[in-house]
DNA sequence: ACTGAGGAAATCATACATTGTTTTGATAGG
DNA sequence: CCTATCAAAACAATGTATGATTTCCTCAGT
C-alpha cells in the first residue's frame, strides 16, 4: 500500500510539518508487490540497506517467511524484486544472498553518482524557480540550525536539499537511479559521524551551490556538484577503510 | 539454467567462430529464477524488448502462466524480477502492465548513457592492451565488410565492439548498466533501418575511435564517445517519431 | 448520476512433488 | 587414531495445485 504521503512532493510536506522522512521523488514507488502496510520486501530491503543481514547471508525463503509471518510466496517475490534491484544475488537450486554493500559497491555507485548529478544539476539551474530556490535556503537553514547534532537528520535534510533540485527533472530514469543509490549510501554513512572537515566542506558546498543557482551559472553548480558528490562518496569510503582496518587490527 | 556460453568473454567466442550472439559482460546473469531452458523471465523480457507485447498492455497472470505452461508462481517471481529492472510497472492488486519504451524511455538512457560511457571508453583507453585494440580492429573490419547489410548483424557486432571497451572495467555496476541499456536500444532499433548519414558517422567514429585508442588520447575518445552515443540516440528518437508520425498521418 | 450485484483477477495461504544441494555419519584405508 | 570417501538423510529451491479473501471493474437497474 502506498502510503498517503508518497503522493505529495518533498517540498509540501516540509512546509507543512518539520516532521518528515526523506520521500523518493514523485513517480517512483518502494512498495513491494504487497497491500499490507509494511510489505516482506521493505523489511527485507532495509534488513539488508541498514546492515542488519550481513553480507553474502544466505536468505532462506522459509525462515523469511517464518520471521515475517507469512507464508513463502510474498517472500519468493520480494526477492525476486530485490534481485532485480540489484540488492540480493541468486544462484540457481541455491537459493538469495545478501549482496555485499561494500566498499566496491559504494565506489561503484557513486562513482555513477558524480557522472549523472552534475547534469541533473545543470537543468535545475536553468529551471529553477523562484520558490525552489527559498526552498533551498529553507532546507539550508535547517540543515545549518541542526549543524550535525542529529546525524539521521542532517542525512534527512540533505537528501531533501538534492531532491528538491532533482525531483522536476524530465529525466526519470536518471532521478530514480541517483534516488536508488542515494538510499544506499544514506544507509552506510548513517553508521558514521562526518568529520570537522567533512561538515565544513558540506555547508560551504552548499552555500555556494544556492548562490550559483541564484547566480544562474549552470556550469560552475554542475562542476561544483561534481566535487561535492565525489567528497561524499570519498568521505565515505574513507570511513569504511578506517572500519575496516580497526576489524582486522 | 546458465548457458555455457555466457562464462566465455566475447572476444573468445569471436575468436572461435562468426557465429555468435551479444553476449553480457562477464558476472551479469540473464537467467531468471528458473532452472528451465528458456525461462519464463526471458520470454515475457523478450516479448516487452522486442515490441511483441505492446506498450502498457496488461499483464494478466493467470494468462501468462497458461501461455507458458507453467503455474502461477513461476509467472509472478519473472514479473517481481522484471519490475526491478524497469521494465514492467504494478499497481497494487491491479497487477501488472508493460512498461512502455516509448520516446521518453529511449530520450532517458541513452542520455545515461552519454554521460557514463565516456567515463568508461577514458579509463579503457589508459587501460587498453595490444590484444584488445587487436580485438577492436577485427571487429570494425567485421562491421565493415558486413557495411550493414545484416543490420541484425550490425548490431551485434556494434555491441561486441563496445563490450571489448567496457567488459573489463573495475565499475562493474556500470558496466551493467551500460548493458541493460544497449540492449534495450538494440531490441528498439533492430526495427529500423541505418540512414546514410548514420552509417557513415558510425564508420568513420569506430575508425577515429581507435586511432585515439592506439594513441592514447583519453580525452579525445571520451568526447567521441559522448558524440557517437549521442548520434546513436538521436538517430533512434528520430526513427521513432518518424513512425509515429507516419501512424498517425 | 447513483447503487449494488457479479465477475475477474490479485494476493496470500497451504500443501505437496520433484529436484538439486549440503550435511552427516559410517566405513575403508593409511 | 586419523583421514578420505561415499551413500543416505536432511534441507531447501523450484514448480504445481487449489482454495480463501480482497479489491477493483463492469454493467444492469434504479
Given at each position: 500500500?502506498?502510503?498517503?504521503?508518497?503522493?505529495?512532493?518533498?517540498?509540501?510536506?516540509?512546509?507543512?510539518?518539520?516532521?518528515?522522512?526523506?520521500?523518493?521523488?514523485?513517480?517512483?514507488?518502494?512498495t513491494g508487490?504487497?497491500?499490507?502496510?509494511?510489505?516482506?520486501?521493505?523489511?527485507?530491503?532495509d534488513?539488508?540497506?541498514?546492515?542488519?543481514l550481513?553480507?553474502n547471508?544466505?536468505?532462506?525463503?522459509?525462515?523469511?517467511?517464518r520471521?515475517?509471518g507469512?507464508?513463502?510466496?510474498?517472500?519468493?517475490?520480494?526477492?525476486q524484486?530485490?534481485?532485480?534491484?540489484?540488492?540480493?544475488?541468486?544462484?540457481?537450486?541455491r537459493?538469495?544472498?545478501?549482496?555485499?554493500?561494500?566498499q566496491d559497491f559504494v565506489?561503484?555507485?557513486?562513482?555513477?553518482?558524480?557522472?549523472?548529478?552534475p547534469?541533473?544539476?545543470?537543468w535545475?539551474?536553468?529551471?529553477?524557480?523562484?520558490?525552489?530556490?527559498?526552498?533551498?535556503?529553507?532546507?539550508q537553514?535547517?540543515?545549518?540550525?541542526?549543524?550535525f547534532?542529529?546525524?539521521?537528520?542532517h542525512?534527512?535534510?540533505?537528501?531533501?536539499?538534492?531532491?528538491?533540485?532533482?525531483?522536476?527533472?524530465y529525466?526519470?530514469?536518471a532521478?530514480e537511479?541517483?534516488?536508488?543509490?542515494?538510499?544506499?549510501?544514506?544507509?552506510?554513512?548513517r553508521?558514521?559521524?562526518?568529520t570537522?572537515?567533512?561538515?565544513?566542506?558540506?555547508?560551504?558546498?552548499?552555500?555556494?551551490?544556492?548562490?550559483?543557482?541564484?547566480?544562474?551559472?549552470a556550469?560552475e553548480a554542475?562542476?561544483?556538484?561534481a566535487?561535492?558528490?565525489?567528497?561524499?562518496g570519498?568521505?565515505?569510503?574513507e570511513?569504511?577503510?578506517?572500519r575496516?582496518a580497526a576489524?582486522?587490527g
Open positions: 500500500m502506498i502510503s498517503p504521503g508518497y503522493v505529495y512532493g518533498l517540498g509540501k510536506i516540509l512546509a507543512e510539518t518539520s516532521e518528515f522522512k526523506a520521500q523518493p521523488p514523485e513517480g517512483i514507488d518502494a508487490a504487497s497491500s499490507e502496510g509494511a510489505s516482506v520486501y521493505q523489511l527485507i530491503r534488513d539488508i540497506i541498514e546492515g542488519r550481513a553480507a547471508e544466505r536468505l532462506v525463503i522459509t525462515d523469511l517467511a520471521r515475517h507469512t507464508s513463502t510466496n510474498p517472500v519468493r517475490e520480494a526477492l524484486l530485490l534481485r532485480g534491484e540489484g540488492f540480493v544475488t541468486f544462484v540457481p537450486n537459493g538469495a544472498r545478501v549482496r555485499p554493500i561494500d565506489r561503484d555507485i557513486y562513482e555513477i553518482g558524480v557522472l549523472i548529478e547534469s541533473l544539476t545543470r535545475f539551474v536553468n529551471m529553477a524557480t523562484v520558490e525552489d530556490i527559498a526552498e533551498l535556503e529553507r532546507i537553514s535547517l540543515i545549518e540550525e541542526n549543524n547534532t542529529d546525524t539521521v537528520r542525512s534527512e535534510l540533505d537528501t531533501a536539499f538534492h531532491t528538491v533540485m532533482y525531483r522536476k527533472h529525466n526519470r530514469h532521478a537511479l541517483w534516488w536508488k543509490h542515494r538510499e544506499v549510501l544514506r544507509a552506510v554513512s553508521r558514521f559521524d562526518f570537522l572537515a567533512r561538515r565544513a566542506a558540506i555547508l560551504s558546498e552548499h552555500r555556494e551551490l544556492i548562490a550559483h543557482v541564484k547566480a544562474g551559472n556550469n554542475a562542476e561544483l556538484i566535487r561535492h558528490v565525489e567528497g561524499s570519498r568521505h565515505i569510503l570511513h569504511m577503510r578506517a575496516n576489524r582486522a
